[in-house]
T-cell receptor
Framework: DGGITQSPKYLFRKEGQNVTLSCEQN?????MYWYRQDPGQGLRLIYY???????QKGDIAEGYSVSREKKESFPLTVTSAQKNPTAFYLC??????????????FGAGSRLTVL | AQKVTQAQTEISVVEKEDVTLDCVYE???????LFWYKQPPSGELVFLIR??????QNEISGRYSWNFQKSTSSFNFTITASQVVDSAVYFC????????????FGTGTSLTVIP
């Protein structure tokens, strides 16, 4: 079955360490997204990519980095520059075209905790 | 500006009661899309419905129904005869057609159905 796989599901990090969250999709979607979810704040966009080798910053990109070397993969690195990285991270993908109409499909999320 | 407001942070109902989740949006786009997603305790957001700005017909799917009113910029979601399995966080989202790149999510409404 097609879907989005995020790993790891839970991750603990010491302060000052970079960590990378994996996101893989087999839906043949062109666009991929990373969202951060904090209690009471809904989903905030970190980065998105509409095509391989191209990505744009979202609303809260500071302290994060991404790459899009393959259509299926969109890993997110949480760097030591991110001051408050403890959160739930959601990866999503969608088709492009039919501007605005395409539905986001989400992965199960990765919960990062900084010790 | 694009904005989605879900004023109800938490709602508790007793099983079999009806419950309505409110969603109010702001946009300057003439063409836009509205969405509802469900986030069960497992964390993955599940797509429920999409509605475009030109279609104001209400929709019913089983126990779920949606009331879209452009005059009040609202897209409310009603669950009839609620069940324990309906317990989740529900997000309303807006996507403008001209750009189509970003979803704007509300802060979510946490619904608890008490058996």
């Amino acid at each position: 079955d097609g879907g989005i796989t995020q790993s790891p599901k839970y991750l603990f990090r010491k302060e000052g360490q970079n960590v990378t969250l994996s996101c893989e999709q087999n839906l043949n979607h062109d666009a991929m997204y990373w969202y951060r979810q904090d209690p009471g704040q809904g989903l905030r966009l970190i980065y998105y990519s509409q095509i391989v080798n191209d990505f744009q910053k979202g609303d809260i990109a500071e302290g994060y980095s991404v790459s899009r070397e393959k259509k299926e993969s969109f890993p997110l690195t949480v760097t030591s520059a991110q001051k408050n990285p403890t959160a739930f991270y959601l990866c999503a993908s969608s088709k492009t075209g039919r501007s605005g109409a395409n539905v986001l499909t989400f992965g199960a999320g990765s919960r990062l905790t900084v010790l | 500006a694009q904005k989605v407001t879900q004023a109800q942070t938490e709602i508790s109902v007793v099983e079999k009661e009806d419950v309505t989740l409110d969603c109010v949006y702001e946009t300057r786009d003439t063409t836009y899309y509205l969405f509802w997603y469900k986030q069960p305790p497992s964390g993955e957001l599940v797509f429920l419905i999409r509605r475009n700005s030109f279609d104001e017909q209400n929709e019913i799917s089983g126990r779920y129904s949606w009331n879209f009113q452009k005059s009040t910029s609202s897209f409310n979601f009603t669950i009839t005869a609620s069940q324990v399995v309906d317990s989740a966080v529900y997000f309303c989202a807006l996507r403008g057609a001209p750009t189509g790149n970003q979803f704007y999510f509300g802060t979510g409404t946490s619904l608890t159905v008490i058996p």
